[in-house]
DNA sequence: TATGAATGAGCCTTCATTCAT
DNA sequence: CATGAATGAAGGCTCATTCAT
């Protein structure tokens, strides 16, 4: 039967739908019928929404990396919280993105162009993020490693991936932090 | 026109021409077609040397990690040199296989089910032959931070992540590494 | 161009283009590509229809044994005609479908798996229905021969054997059934 | 290694090796490369000795007919036996060439072209040899059915037929043959 | 907006056949 | 005689994309 719906919902439930096959199957595996199928709508509707396979891919991937960055921007620019706190609450956040979605990361690995857009995409966010909360605690005097960008770089990145390999205990992360950025033991409470 | 060629040799050629291939395009992009034309032979024979798609992927693979493994370890289990030579000559060699063939990492993160094989392969050879000079570096007291393994894991990803972002300056990566590892300044070369 | 039909007319003139190619040239050799060239489609199409070459098979003998069933036994189960009446109108069918497709033949020696499908089935129902007849005629006196089905069995198989080799005369029919059921000579009107 | 043999016994050998696989799996399963390994040797040679896999397919063929020719007519030319004995000699031969060899039937129903070949040489050959017998039954005045020929035709057939469906024994053969060649019971003896 | 039949290009794989050695 | 590397033409199947309704 033939169910109109308001184009934008339409198009993000397409959206959804695309999003939720691409980070179980990978893109290359998902087929645009797949999509239609788990949006309970035709092919031809998912080609009036998206001119093409490309079109959707990347929509999904704004529309997914935009959904991270919002959750992170929410809790940093929180000012009521000092630098410890902050970066605390940042790290939670990260962790709470990278479990509840290791999908990140599996839309981020399965696929060739895709990874750049997403890992770059969702890195050079956390870095503008927290990387004003780095500037922050340089300014402070909280932070006196050097290229502390680039560390924070190889933190979110390799941290993620330690994560996705098994180790997942809280603690140890906190602990390899404080050790990494020189910050006083028990300042980052995760 | 007909080219008879020792089969090792033939099997090599193809065999590089789909690590070419894979690293530039990713394996799902790369057929069997574009694979036999690289080789400038004919599908059939690639299907001669090779019984189906995956075995050609497997062999790629194994091929890939191989050359890496080998050169790590040759380097790695040197006796003459002392601590930090060893780690400035591990790190040296690191950057090289890298930045030769970022293909690692392309060949890596493209490919679903080989990701894993790669990656985890040479990041578990890396740790397990770093992990050694790690090891003999916590004993011999050169290295006293906590979850040296972890540390080092972490870095071995987020460098290559950082590399291939861009920032390529041998002298930043040393000064980092001392930091993270918290080794005296200058102890490590590139 | 493109031309869209009634899907049911779709499927069952594919069903037909298939029937034909493969009563014709055997199944192996008929491709899904020759399959869609006859019912003057694209290959993509008939997949819409049907997933895959083993289906397509499966359908069209079905098809096929479906159709001769059904006239069997329309004429068979008419309670109206005496034994012999019922056994001339028999055969005069079984010649009909042996003649009208020798395809039956066709499809069913041609193929492997799906000769005991086609001539089993065929055969089976034959000798269901006509077995019934058989028996009628034991009960009646009309049949005295041992082993009745089983030469019911040989004369099936046997008939159209020979009609496919060239023998086609109904009036010598007659008189070999008439002779090998032991009935009276003139009772068998085909 | 290079091992040279007699260009007959190599022949010979290719033959027996394409014989038993397309009884096996038929003649379209059976690749040529699947005949040299059978027969231990290179695909190339199998082409040394045979233009093409259809010629290979005709002597093979020819040279399975002729086996079963040959033990046919050795018997049945005996002169020392009435034309009961010669029945039921020949008959007792054909069960036996049927159940040793299913394989006749498997060949012809599996192959499409090759089953007019093996089927109608066969019955070709049965009938000539049978015939004969048949004559001198009908000359004797052992035989006095109408259409001997055919009848022996329709029985040659379905015969097989329903021994290949499981009906195997001797004592009902003999029955059915008796009764439908109109000859005195107990005649037959298998 | 929405449907779904229809297209066409491309993919992995198999195999009969050839030919330089 | 014999080898086995090399070719080329299909074959079964998938899928992004289009289009008439």
Same mark, same amino acid.
């Given at each position: 039967?033939?169910?109109?719906?308001?184009?934008?919902?339409?198009?993000?439930? /397409?959206? #959804?739908? $695309?999003?939720?096959?691409?980070?179980? %199957?990978?893109?290359? &595996?998902? *087929?645009?019928?797949?999509? !239609?199928?788990?949006?309970?709508?035709?092919?031809?509707?998912?080609?009036?929404?998206?001119?093409?396979?490309?079109?959707?891919?990347?929509?999904?991937?704004?529309?997914?990396?935009?959904?991270?960055?919002?959750?992170?921007?929410?809790?940093?620019?929180?000012?009521?919280?000092?630098?410890?706190?902050?970066?605390?609450?940042?790290?939670?956040?990260?962790?709470?993105?990278?479990?509840?979605?290791?999908? /990140?990361? #599996?839309? $981020?690995?399965?696929?060739?162009?895709? %990874?750049?857009?997403? &890992?770059? *995409?969702?890195?050079?966010? !956390?870095?503008?993020?927290?990387?004003?909360?780095?500037?922050?605690?340089?300014?402070?005097?909280?932070?006196?490693?050097?290229?502390?960008?680039?560390?924070?770089?190889?933190?979110?990145?390799?941290?993620?991936?330690?994560?996705?390999?098994?180790?997942?205990?809280?603690?140890?992360?906190?602990?390899?932090?404080?050790?990494?950025?020189?910050?006083?033991?028990?300042?980052?409470?995760?």
């Amino acid at each position: 039967m033939r169910i109109s719906k308001d184009p934008q919902v339409r198009k993000r439930e /397409i959206l #959804a739908a $695309a999003g939720k096959l691409f980070e179980k %199957y990978g893109i290359d &595996k998902t *087929s645009m019928s797949d999509v !239609a199928k788990e949006a309970d709508i035709t092919k031809g509707l998912v080609y009036y929404y998206f001119k093409s396979k490309e079109e959707l891919i990347e929509e999904a991937v704004k529309n997914f990396v935009f959904e991270s960055e919002l959750a992170l921007k929410n809790i940093i620019q929180a000012d009521t919280m000092n630098f410890y706190s902050k970066l605390s609450e940042m790290l939670r956040l990260y962790f709470l993105t990278i479990s509840k979605n290791l999908s /990140i990361n #599996a839309l $981020a690995k399965t696929n060739p162009g895709v %990874y750049e857009l997403v &890992k770059r *995409s969702l890195c050079r966010s !956390a870095l503008d993020l927290a990387g004003v909360l780095i500037d922050e605690g340089v300014m402070n005097g909280n932070i006196s490693i050097s290229h502390p960008r680039h560390v924070l770089s190889i933190l979110i990145g390799g941290i993620a991936d330690l994560y996705s390999q098994g180790v997942q205990d809280p603690k140890i992360f906190a602990e390899i932090i404080e050790q990494t950025l020189h910050l006083p033991k028990g300042s980052i409470k995760i």
